[in-house]
């Protein structure tokens, strides 16, 4: 603290300076102590950092040449003005002169670019020796979300997926596109596979029976120029269109028959020789024959039976059709024989004389109609009884 003295009987005091307010700064390593106003009674003193670029490392490389952060002891280093060096592996420092004079560090961080096929692949990270930025190693694929491991494959539809591993090592996907054959033959038609299944092609499906160059739809009944061979379109059991061929065998016919006698049969494939026969019709039998075919046996009156002729009672009479014809279906031949039989029936009433003098009444069935029908389909008619001859 300065203060004035003087000396008794001195006209004036003499004035000195015992203290300066400034003190002296501490300087840290690398800085040096001047004087900044050199001849004056009180100096001034200031820390003058030294002309190069004093950096605080924050990194160290290990043994295996591998970054390490500094966690309590820092490394200071001094760099010239243009100097440059690392802190690391990924900062690139240099050491640069301001305006003023003084020397300042500038430092750039490496980015390591992030590889933009990540979201579509899977890839592992590895760190390398001396290096800032790691080695990204594609380990397996990925399609839509779903990770491919090398070796497997993913399959939808007509896309296949496989992972597979280079001869250079390189992980990658081989896509395989299946494309679909739609062109169907004659007859088919290309039917799509179902939705909810993972199969690619679909297939042809025949519509229709194959005739000649055209195709037959389902349900077409058709004969040939000649009428004597029937073809159906129809599905067999497993839903497939078949054609069923029915030929029609005729019987032996005489090529010396005379020409008025010559006949052919309802459908026109057949021809015969003589009088034409009739189709199967109801005809009245002759009265005399039905004496006697009406018998009954009453407790009161003995046994009965009609003594009269009836009239109009009906017989069936005619010819029908009777073929063998091969059918695909079963895979042999199949014969079909028919006959003239009743198809329809009514009630009339016959009255017999008895034995003892008593005459009873009773109802009988008379054919109304006639059809040619199975020789063998007897179910539903009831038998008539003829008297022995």
């Given at each position: 603290?300065?203060?004035?003295?003087?000396?008794?009987?001195?006209?004036?005091?003499?004035?000195?300076?015992?203290?300066?307010?400034?003190?002296?700064?501490?300087?840290?390593?690398?800085?040096?102590?001047?004087?900044?106003?050199?001849?004056?009674?009180?100096?001034?003193?200031?820390?003058?950092?030294?002309?190069?670029?004093?950096?605080?490392?924050?990194?160290?490389?290990?043994?295996?040449?591998?970054?390490?952060?500094?966690?309590?002891?820092?490394?200071?280093?001094?760099?010239?003005?243009?100097?440059?060096?690392?802190?690391?592996?990924?900062?690139?420092?240099k050491c640069l002169e301001d305006s003023d004079g003084f020397p300042h560090y500038q430092?750039?961080?490496?980015?390591c670019s992030r590889n933009t096929h990540f979201d579509n692949d899977q890839y592992e990270?590895?760190?390398?020796?001396?290096?800032?930025?790691?080695?990204?190693?594609?380990?397996?694929?990925?399609?839509?979300?779903?990770?491919?491991?090398?070796?497997?494959?993913?399959?939808?539809?007509?896309?296949?997926?496989?992972?597979?591993?280079?001869?250079?090592?390189?992980?990658?996907?081989?896509?395989?596109?299946?494309?679909?054959?739609?062109?169907?033959?004659?007859?088919?038609?290309?039917?799509?596979?179902?939705?909810?299944?993972?199969?690619?092609?679909?297939?042809?499906?025949?519509?229709?029976?194959?005739?000649?160059?055209?195709?037959?739809?389902?349900?077409?009944?058709?004969?040939?120029?000649?009428?004597?061979?029937?073809?159906?379109?129809?599905?067999?059991?497993?839903?497939?269109?078949?054609?069923?061929?029915?030929?029609?065998?005729?019987?032996?016919?005489?090529?010396?028959?005379?020409?008025?006698?010559?006949?052919?049969?309802?459908?026109?494939?057949?021809?015969?020789?003589?009088?034409?026969?009739?189709?199967?019709?109801?005809?009245?039998?002759?009265?005399?024959?039905?004496?006697?075919?009406?018998?009954?046996?009453?407790?009161?009156?003995?046994?009965?039976?009609?003594?009269?002729?009836?009239?109009?009672?009906?017989?069936?009479?005619?010819?029908?059709?009777?073929?063998?014809?091969?059918?695909?279906?079963?895979?042999?031949?199949?014969?079909?024989?028919?006959?003239?039989?009743?198809?329809?029936?009514?009630?009339?009433?016959?009255?017999?004389?008895?034995?003892?003098?008593?005459?009873?009444?009773?109802?009988?069935?008379?054919?109304?109609?006639?059809?040619?029908?199975?020789?063998?389909?007897?179910?539903?008619?009831?038998?008539?009884?003829?008297?022995?001859?």
């Open positions: 603290m300065p203060f004035l003295w003087w000396k008794s009987g001195t006209p004036c005091p003499v004035y000195g300076c015992t203290g300066c307010p400034h003190r002296k700064p501490i300087c840290s390593t690398h800085e040096k102590l001047i004087q900044v106003n050199p001849g004056e009674r009180c100096p001034q003193y200031a820390c003058k950092p030294p002309s190069e670029c004093i950096y605080e490392h924050k990194y160290w490389l290990d043994e295996d040449k591998f970054e390490r952060s500094f966690e309590n002891d820092t490394k200071k280093e001094l760099y010239p003005i243009g100097g440059k060096w690392l802190d690391g592996l990924c900062r690139s420092c430092c750039v961080q490496t980015e990270e590895k760190r390398v020796p001396n290096e800032c930025c790691p080695v990204i190693k594609k380990i397996a694929c990925k399609d839509n979300g779903v990770i491919i491991k090398v070796g497997d494959n993913k399959t939808e539809r007509c896309r296949s997926v496989e992972c597979v591993k280079t001869e250079e090592g390189k992980v990658k996907e081989r896509v395989t596109i299946q494309h679909c054959n739609e062109s169907c033959p004659e007859g088919y038609h290309y039917q799509p596979p179902p939705q909810n299944t993972n199969q690619c092609c679909g297939q042809c499906k025949q519509v229709g029976c194959p005739w000649k160059n055209e195709t037959i739809p389902v349900g077409k009944i058709w004969s040939s120029d000649d009428n004597c061979t029937t073809y159906k379109c129809i599905k067999n059991s497993n839903d497939v269109p078949t054609l069923v061929v029915d030929h029609k065998e005729c019987p032996h016919f005489n090529p010396e028959c005379p020409a008025e006698d010559i006949y052919q049969d309802d459908s026109g494939c057949c021809s015969y020789c003589g009088q034409k026969q009739r189709v199967c019709v109801p005809e009245e039998m002759p009265p005399q024959d039905t004496v006697g075919i009406f018998k009954k046996f009453n407790p009161e009156s003995g046994k009965c039976k009609n003594n009269f002729a009836v009239e109009k009672f009906m017989q069936c009479y005619g010819q029908c059709n009777s073929s063998t014809s091969y059918q695909g279906e079963e895979a042999m031949h199949v014969s079909t024989c028919k006959c003239c039989k009743p198809s329809a029936f009514i009630k009339i009433s016959v009255e017999l004389q008895c034995e003892f003098g008593k005459n009873i009444t009773y109802k009988y069935d008379n054919i109304k109609e006639c059809e040619c029908q199975l020789c063998d389909n007897s179910a539903g008619l009831k038998p008539i009884e003829f008297p022995p001859k």
